[in-house]
């Protein structure tokens, strides 16, 4: 068997500095399950973090490091740090538009350390878009900004935990917006790009897709509505027809039993809490959000900012965690099928 690849570290942004990243951070390089952890520098401002381990009474040194190489020399000593300053002290719970341009700035950082192989893979903190809005950023969230600094590639969004992944088709819309939104060749897409991926980022050989349906019942036979028939119905033919094992449209009541999430490896919903309730039902610190379609590996943790708790030594690392874990994974599994 060849050698496992050494993978250089991953960039991982600091978000929103109002938040509970600098929390999460300073808990997970702890390896608070006591299992190794992937080796990562922080993208953002070093005083910040000290101040955010001091406010923890955490004994976590911040290291600042002018090279993802340095910080893979140094990680055992404290928190690598690549330096971005913030353009004033961040305050818990309290953002401040003032800093916005940071947050930017360690996005565009951490993709251009990916892109240019400098860093194995990109893992964000969670942002506080309102904010960044206020200070002109054009971007509806973090996953387009992304797709845009790669060159404009088509991003499709995957919650997974140990045993589910779903790939909701429509994403940050109301309920009626994403009915009037959903189209065949949207699913087409959402799906196509998540079999791909299964291929290249989990090492799946033959992927199966298990499609949901929109209404209850699957429309029952048109009485409960028709989208099955002329919407996900025509979507699944497409798929079949390009060789995609794809089943449905399945009733979204009956899919995620443990007895049926046995029979695929991934599920495309149709619109956002179809996809989202049952996953972080199941296992609700521990999701992870992997960015599907980039020539770069993107993962972030599963949750927001979380101004409520900012400051208070309340955060759980748990997602940060597994989404450091996974991208190092799908790194992996890049480097050792390309």
């Not at 608070?32 to 040194?61: M, N, T």
């Not at 499709?156 to 994403?171: D, S, Y």
Request: charged content about 20%; proline content about 7%; some cysteine.
């Amino acid at each position: 068997m060849a050698d496992r690849p050494r993978l250089r570290p991953l960039a991982l942004t600091m978000g929103e500095p109002a938040g509970i990243a600098g929390e999460i951070v300073v808990k997970v390089w702890h390896a608070p399950d006591g299992r190794p952890i992937p080796r990562f520098a922080v993208i953002g401002d070093p005083d910040w973090l000290r101040a955010e381990a001091h406010r923890i009474k955490s004994h976590s040194h911040v290291v600042e490091v002018s090279s993802l190489d340095e910080a893979a020399a140094r990680f055992h000593e404290g928190v690598p740090v690549l330096p971005l300053r913030l353009a004033t002290r961040a305050a818990p719970g309290k953002p401040d538009g003032r800093n916005a341009q940071a947050v930017i700035g360690a996005i565009e950082m951490a993709v251009s350390l990916a892109r240019r192989g400098e860093a194995s893979g990109v893992v964000t903190n969670p942002i506080h878009k309102a904010t960044l809005y206020d200070a002109g950023f054009t971007f509806p969230g973090h996953t387009e900004y992304l797709a845009s600094l790669c060159g404009g590639a088509t991003p499709v969004m995957m919650l997974a935990i140990e045993g589910l992944r779903v790939v909701p088709v429509t994403v940050h819309l109301s309920l009626a917006q994403a009915v009037r939104a959903l189209s065949s060749e949207a699913i087409v897409a959402a799906a196509a790009i998540t079999h791909q991926a299964l291929i290249k980022d989990f090492g799946i050989a033959s992927p199966r897709l298990a499609v949901a349906a929109l209404n209850p019942h699957a429309g029952e036979n048109g009485a409960m509505g028709d989208e099955e028939k002329t919407v996900i119905g025509p979507a699944l033919a497409q798929l079949r027809a390009r060789g995609i094992d794809a089943v449905g449209p399945l009733p979204a009541d009956t899919l995620f039993h443990a007895g049926a999430r046995k029979r695929f490896d991934a599920a495309i919903c149709m619109y956002h809490d179809q996809a989202l309730i049952p996953l972080k039902t199941l296992d609700f610190a521990g999701g992870v959000n992997v960015t599907l379609g980039l020539p770069i590996v993107r993962t972030s943790p599963d949750h927001g900012t979380a101004f409520d708790i900012a400051g208070q030594d309340r955060a759980d690392p748990t997602s940060l965690l597994a989404a450091l874990r996974m991208a190092e994974r799908i790194a992996m599994q890049r480097a050792t099928t390309a």
